[in-house]
């Protein structure tokens, strides 16, 4: 019987432990797509307690708390930080074989030293541990991303933003490279035309410039664009229900930005040319610019009325959905790929049953001289855990090329989510190690083997982005 999580977590055979030892733990982290307050990177902000810190905006732990009967006060509510760690410290026992058990004891143990488990007998000596840790100077925002071996990471940022969190975290000298990432979600949302106005004007102000017809919003997102560009961005990324790629003239869109600037609502039928539009528009943007396009595609957000008058959005009650967009997910590259406008692109799916139609769209627009110009993006969301880890690399290796894989990401909020890289690692470890031993791989090409290992952990990441 093993230990839990020992040295050897996750690693079943002495090839997988010789690979993830020896090749893979040592890596920098490169986190190309992040939600990371960017303020806070900036102002390297020390944080109160680890309930701050560790519960302040998990979704996942929220999740588990509210299944485990706790009443919202403890997750999103006035309880003090004790209250809700200690009711946080009541749920863990009842994650078992919940990704977040393993997640809750890698993070204490990565971040804290602490190798206890936790639960209601120990919670208050970790909490303690964790809060006199976090009064330290190795344990600031800055400091964690230190402690993690980051070399980069990549914000989220919509197109109306200053980025001047950037500039100042650039300008400290701060080691680790904090870029932005282009997210001009909002630009597309027009279902709510208040809202949507109030956003365009916003728009025009960071662009310097009045908003008032289609052609104008198009050169307003362009200089943000620019702008994006000149502070280092290299990258895109776009929440989708679905794909957009409806025919639609220009006529037919000016037309629509004009009635919900006027505060008509569009209809459906306008919605979508109106996407679709933008979407394409978008695209073209990133392949001028060298930039690679991500898109995460597929999710049902805030499905809870009641909670979302409550609470707002993003604060757990989101679901996968079961959109089928495959084709139009071909119409928008293919019109991208004949004029010769399709950037780098990472497409990930949030339902694990599109893995597969994900894993053979991408080899239909590949094409030299970039190794895996299309890329299968790596388990998301509710798939960032060891079995869609698992399903997703088996997926891309039956049916692409493993070896090109540009690897994990946090997509998260916290400065504690970077060993979800070492859970990664550990998984990616495994796979190829039973494979050697099993005789699938030949052990002749271990040095070959090592090499692939690295790539994804790291360097095809590196030399994608360029960074």
Not at 41 to 52: G, N
Not at 133 to 138: F, I, N, T
Not at 397 to 405: D, V
Request: glycine share 6%.
């Amino acid at each position: 019987m093993k230990n839990f999580m020992d040295q050897d977590f996750l690693l079943q055979t002495e090839t997988a432990k010789q690979l993830y030892h020896e090749s893979a733990k040592h890596l920098p982290i490169i986190d190309y797509h992040c939600h990371l307050n960017p303020r806070e990177v900036a102002q390297d902000h020390r944080f109160r307690s680890i309930t701050e810190l560790w519960l302040g905006g998990d979704h996942y732990k929220w999740r588990a708390l509210r299944t485990n009967g706790v009443d919202e006060r403890y997750i999103t509510g006035d309880a003090s930080d004790w209250e809700k760690f200690q009711k946080w410290a009541e749920t863990v026992p009842y994650c078992m074989r919940n990704p977040i058990y393993h997640w809750t004891h890698l993070e204490l143990r990565t971040a804290f030293g602490i190798e206890k488990l936790l639960n209601p007998d120990t919670a208050r000596e970790i909490y303690d541990e964790c809060n006199e840790k976090l009064q330290q100077p190795g344990f600031s925002a800055r400091g964690l991303m230190q402690r993690y071996n980051v070399e980069v990471v990549c914000t989220t940022d919509d197109p109306a933003d200053s980025l001047e969190y950037h500039s100042q975290t650039r300008e400290s000298g701060f080691q680790v490279k904090m870029l932005p990432t282009w997210r001009p979600d909002k630009a597309m949302a027009i279902e709510d035309p208040a809202a949507y106005r109030s956003y365009v004007e916003r728009l025009g102000a960071a662009a310097g410039m009045e908003i008032k017809t289609y052609g104008q919003l198009l050169e307003a997102l362009q200089i943000r664009h620019d702008f994006f560009g000149s502070m280092g961005c290299r990258l895109s990324d776009h929440g989708l229900t679905e794909f957009y790629a409806d025919d639609f003239t220009e006529t037919e869109v000016a037309a629509v930005f004009a009635k919900v600037m006027d505060g008509r609502a569009a209809t459906a039928d306008e919605m979508n040319k109106f996407r679709s539009a933008l979407l394409l528009e978008f695209g073209r943007q990133d392949a001028r610019a060298g930039w690679t396009q991500q898109y995460h595609y597929g999710p049902i957000r805030n499905n809870n009325t009641k909670m979302m008058q409550r609470l707002g959005p993003d604060t757990g009650y989101d679901s996968i959905g079961t959109v089928d967009t495959a084709a139009s997910m071909a119409r928008f590259l293919d019109r991208l790929c004949r004029e010769d406008s399709l950037a780098q692109t990472i497409l990930y799916c949030i339902n694990p049953s599109d893995n597969e139609m994900l894993a053979t769209m991408i080899g239909n627009f590949q094409e030299g001289p970039v190794p895996g110009k299309i890329q299968f993006g790596s388990g998301w969301w509710f798939n960032d855990q060891k079995d869609g880890m698992e399903r997703q690399l088996n997926a891309l290796s039956l049916l692409g090329l493993l070896s090109r894989f540009v690897g994990m990401l946090t997509d998260s909020r916290s400065f504690l989510s970077y060993p979800r890289h070492e859970y990664f690692r550990r998984t990616l470890c495994n796979l190829i190690g039973n494979d050697v031993e099993n005789g699938e791989l030949p052990v002749q090409e271990m040095e070959r083997i090592r090499g692939m290992v690295q790539d994804i952990c790291y360097y095809n990441a590196k030399r994608y982005f360029r960074f």
